[in-house]
């Protein structure tokens, strides 16, 4: 149904950009001091660098703590 196609042949294929979607916990835990800086300061430089790393692609994120709900759906 997917029409899925296989061949042998070997392409060069040009990355035209990519959809990054990040996950981002914000329960308490996060504020923990077990490392300097904290969970949540450290994952946001890591988020920001990403960011960084990769101007002009689609991104995403997701946050959450607690229990997970679906807070918007759409459908494409």
Same mark, same amino acid.
């Given at each position: 149904? &997917? ?7 070997? =392409?060069?294929?040009?990355? %035209? ?14 504020? &923990? %001091?077990?490392?300097?800086?904290? =969970?949540? %300061? ?9 960011? %960084? ?24």
């Amino acid at each position: 149904m &997917a029409r899925l196609q296989y061949s042998d042949k070997m =392409r060069t294929v040009i990355k %035209e950009s990519s959809e990054i979607i990040m996950a981002l916990d914000i329960s308490k835990s996060m504020l &923990a %001091e077990d490392s300097k800086p904290s =969970r949540l %300061e450290k994952v946001k430089m890591i988020i920001w660098g990403i960011v %960084e790393e990769n101007p002009g692609e689609k991104m995403g994120i997701i946050i959450f703590s607690g229990t997970a709900c679906v807070a918007m759906s759409f459908d494409l």
